[in-house]
């Protein structure tokens, strides 16, 4: 009987056949000089299916988590990769195939894991406490031994949380080390319900907050800021009758206003207030600052849907060049309450993947990293169309100026999200190395590449080969050591 991924555009190239490999290579081959300021690991997480979906085909964001870890010392870097053995892996493998359906549909599902988590812990993956978290934000967390990636299991912070969702992107509150997160369809499948917590740099919770959206769309991202968060909720909706018929999870509303729920930390969120934008795209967060009584906010946004996997009800989703990408500034006036938020344009190009310098978040702060997409440096006429997710530019905006330095990684190449690495422990905001997978398409290799901030048009600073091509991944993080030492 063959064994095989289908031949589908979401499963096939080098960026989207799935990898699979689970294992380590010491010593990875370096060009150039890796700077010896980097002492510590580079986190990040990829879905990469570990098993042909069970019905026909599947989407990107429905893989196996699997998390690779990259450990810097003394100016070497070794490479550690393994899955995330979640309950859904695990069934797998003992079944030694597919037992879930769609995206969180567990109406598709076999019923052999019925009731069981599902989470994949595919999107992020962090270190808090004694652990890395790997996270999806329909689940929660998946606790990692962070030295040996074993998996540790499902993690409700010692019992603090119930098993609801929680988010890929919490946040890090750079003055105490607190982790500040939530939860959407808090309550359920399709439910309005968000829950936010607080918890200390030691993981004791300090605050759980429920509060209702306005409708039961997307919250992917959020922001913080002293004393205040924002939940942008997307207008790609979930639906309680469309989920239990096999439906999708979510489908874009092209008629829906964007939102923006704004609530006091300190508060019961009775206060929340929600403030309308017209409809757009709009998931990750670079940061966000209080100045008197504004707050602003800054996220790549979209002129419409960007997933085309989770199109409106007659089935459709624009093209990408149909689209208008760009960074956009949301100012919100606490002062005029009814006031819709003041939109400005902070870079006008195609941009995702935004990354700040972690110790600025939710301060005023002043330089942004990201990648960007310019299809006129990509080689088209020997390529074809690029595949979805694609971005062939790596970007670093100087918010005080509005100027941006960019580096392209090549004519057939793509990054993936790229990670911010300050100089030094007393270094200025923005001062030091990026560090970024790169894809070759036509080769099917990835290097993981490093930058000075300094100069990122002159490209990078080294080059660290890698002996296998690594699958499109979504987030990561620098651990600095210490805290955890080498394997
Ligand atoms: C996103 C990614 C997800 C998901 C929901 O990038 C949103 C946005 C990798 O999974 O489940
Ligand atoms: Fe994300």
């Known amino acids: 009987m063959a064994i095989l991924f289908p031949a589908t555009a ?25 700077p010896t300021e980097l002492e510590g690991t580079f986190i990040q997480v990829a879905p990469d299916p570990a098993y042909p979906p069970m019905l026909a085909n599947d989407i990107f964001f429905n893989g196996d988590g699997a998390v690779t870890a990259f450990r810097f010392s003394g100016g070497h870097v070794d490479f550690q990769r393994r899955y995330v053995e979640t309950d859904r892996l695990k069934a797998h493998r003992a079944a030694r195939r597919s037992l879930h359906g769609i995206y969180r549909n567990p109406f598709t599902d076999d019923p052999a894991v019925a009731g069981a988590s599902a989470t994949t812990a595919n999107t992020n993956v962090i270190a808090f406490g004694d652990h890395l978290l790997a996270l999806k934000e329909d689940s929660l967390p998946v606790a990692l031994d962070p030295v040996t990636l074993e998996t540790i299991g499902n993690w409700d912070f010692a019992g603090q949380i119930g098993d609801g969702p929680f988010t890929a992107h919490p946040k890090r509150d750079p003055e105490d080390g607190s982790l500040l997160a939530f939860g959407y369809e808090a309550r359920g499948i399709a439910s309005r319900d ?17 509060v209702e959206a306005p409708y039961a769309g997307m919250v992917h991202d959020f922001a913080v800021t002293p004393n205040f968060v924002i939940f942008p909720v997307l207008p ?14 979510f489908e874009w509303q092209a008629e829906l206003d964007f939102q923006f729920g704004i609530m006091r930390r300190g508060g019961d969120g009775s206060d929340i207030r929600w403030l309308k934008a017209p409809n757009c795209f709009q998931a990750h967060v670079l940061n966000a600052f209080e100045t008197g009584d504004l707050i602003h906010l800054d996220m790549p946004s979209a002129s419409g849907n960007v997933f085309p996997f989770f199109p409106e009800a007659n089935g459709s989703s624009p093209l990408a060049h149909e689209l208008h990408y760009e960074l956009t500034r949301w100012t919100f006036d606490l002062a005029n309450p009814g006031e819709p938020p003041l939109r400005t344009t902070l870079y006008d190009a195609p941009c995702e993947f935004p990354r700040c310098d972690e110790r600025v978040v939710g301060r005023p702060y002043r330089h942004a990293i990201m990648l960007g997409c310019n299809m006129r440096l990509f080689a088209s006429e020997r390529m074809g169309p690029p595949p979805w997710q694609f971005f062939n530019q790596l970007v670093r905006l100087d918010l005080s100026t509005g100027l941006a330095e960019s580096w392209c990684g090549g004519d057939a190449e793509c990054f993936q999200e790229p990670t911010f690495v300050p100089r030094g422990p007393s270094a200025a905001e923005g001062d030091g190395f990026i560090l970024a997978l790169l894809n070759h398409l036509e080769s099917a290799t990835t290097e993981l590449v490093i930058l000075d901030t300094r100069d990122i048009a002159q490209g990078p600073v080294a080059t660290v ?4 091509r690594l699958r499109m991944s979504l987030h990561g993080s620098w651990v600095a050591t210490p805290p955890f030492p080498k394997p």
Request: glycine fraction near 10%; aromatic fraction near 12%.
């Open 10 to 34: 979401e499963f096939i190239g080098a960026l989207y056949a799935p990898c699979r490999f689970e294992g380590s290579v010491n010593d990875l081959e370096v060009e150039g000089t890796v």
């Open 194 to 210: 968000i829950v936010y917590y607080e918890f200390d740099a030691i993981g004791c919770k300090r605050r759980e907050t429920w």
């Open 236 to 249: 790609a909706t979930a639906d309680l009758e469309r989920i239990m018929a096999g439906g999708r999870h």
């Open 465 to 468: 080969r890698l002996p296998l």
